[in-house]
């Protein structure tokens, strides 16, 4: 059993930043972070593959970077340049055995961290 707590989400204007936290009870490989807005579907945002690369949806490409203190088995996730569409429920996620972005792949869920980005 492995457990997740996420951290640092607040309420931003458009353009500004956060960086979310994601501690984890236990030594655990892949790890992810999703996102879910009002009404929408939990999508995936960002995760590390095995081999350390980052691997980010399109929609945060090149305004998000995850990393991971291994240490601390803890992932993060700088949000810069952040817009309206960003709002969500930001969740950890970990347990899968492929660290991609497929939701059905995790096995363990954080309770989640909102973030909200007003225009």
């Known amino acids: 059993q492995v457990q997740l707590v996420e951290s640092g989400g607040g309420s931003v204007q458009a353009g500004g930043s956060l960086r979310l936290s994601c501690a984890a009870s236990?030594?655990?490989?892949?790890m992810a972070w999703f996102r879910q807005g009002t009404g929408k579907e939990r999508e995936g945002v960002a995760t590390i593959t095995r081999g350390g690369s980052p691997r980010y949806a399109d929609s945060v490409n090149g305004r998000f970077t995850v990393s991971k203190d291994y240490a601390k088995n803890t992932l993060y996730l700088q949000m810069n340049s952040l817009k309206p569409e960003d709002t969500a429920m930001y969740y950890c996620?970990?347990?899968?055995?492929?660290?991609?972005?497929?939701?059905?792949?995790?096995?363990?869920w954080g309770q989640g961290t909102q973030v909200t980005v007003s225009s």
């Open positions: 996620a970990a347990g899968a055995f492929i660290c991609d972005l497929t939701l059905g792949r995790y096995v363990y």
């Open positions: 236990t030594n655990t490989i892949c």
